[in-house]
T-cell receptor, first 115, second 115 residues
Framework: AQKVTQAQTEISVVEKEDVTLDCVYE???????LFWYKQPPSGELVFLIR??????QNEISGRYSWNFQKSTSSFNFTITASQVVDSAVYFC????????????FGAGTRLFVKA | DAGVIQSPRHEVTEMGQEVTLRCKPI?????LFWYRQTMMRGLELLIY????????DSGMPEDRFSAKMPNASFSTLKIQPSEPRDSAVYFC?????????????FGPGTRLTVT
């Protein structure tokens, strides 16, 4: 069965600090897809990144970077030099054929960035 | 281009009343998803459609909930009769491919309050 664990419920940092949001997943499939979404205070979920299980290359997009490690079933998200606008809830999600390609979301990590 | 459109944005109703939530997906997207978000249960997938056909409705809480997608540009989620425990934010999302293989684009949500 598929499962996504975001153990950090809330994280609070001061602006310009780096912060890493953890995501650990469980799946029995060799083909699967991982995602990160951001939910700012306005409420709408915004897609950030998608990764398939065959692509372990880490990705960097501006201040955002993602570390995908199949050996530890983790897909962690790092924000470098955090800003107040990064304050949001961040969700990690998993989709796999064994689950009918339903997307399962983690519980989310609420990030507070203080000025 | 317009994103996913949901209406109404807010709905307050009394227990026992029928509630209908509406969604217009992004044009050209093949999949449509309905989610419910609460503090206690997080983000839950209720049902999803591929090419207007319901694929998985295992997340629909009970028979009081029903969803339809009569065409590629419109879907409804109906609750009849509504109960206070149905109070939540309901999100509609669409995706350019079938199932959860690709990223989903979320609407702004409908905040439902049942008194």
């Amino acid at each position: 069965a598929q499962k996504v664990t975001q153990a950090q419920t809330e994280i609070s940092v001061v602006e310009k600090e780096d912060v890493t949001l953890d995501c650990v997943y469980e799946t029995r499939d060799t083909t699967y897809y991982l995602f990160w979404y951001k939910q700012p205070p306005s409420g709408e979920l915004v897609f950030l990144i998608r990764r398939n299980s065959f692509d372990e290359q880490n990705e960097i997009s501006g201040r955002y970077s993602w570390n995908f490690q199949k050996s530890t079933s983790s897909f962690n998200f790092t924000i470098t030099a955090s800003q107040v606008v990064d304050s949001a809830v961040y969700f990690c999600a998993l989709s796999e054929p064994g689950g009918g390609f339903k997307t399962i979301f983690g519980a989310g990590t609420r990030l507070f960035v203080k000025a | 281009d317009a994103g996913v459109i949901q209406s109404p944005r807010h709905e307050v109703t009394e227990m026992g009343q029928e509630v209908t939530l509406r969604c217009k997906p992004i044009s050209g997207h093949n999949s449509l998803f309905w989610y419910r978000q609460t503090m206690m249960r997080g983000l839950e997938l209720l049902i999803y459609f591929n090419n207007n056909v319901p694929i998985d409705d295992s997340g629909m809480p009970e028979d009081r909930f029903s969803a339809k997608m009569p065409n590629a540009s419109f879907s409804t989620l109906k609750i009849q009769p509504s109960e206070p425990r149905d109070s939540a934010v309901y999100f509609c999302a669409s995706s350019p491919a079938e199932g959860g293989i690709y990223e989903q684009y979320f609407g702004p949500g409908t905040r439902l309050t049942v008194t």
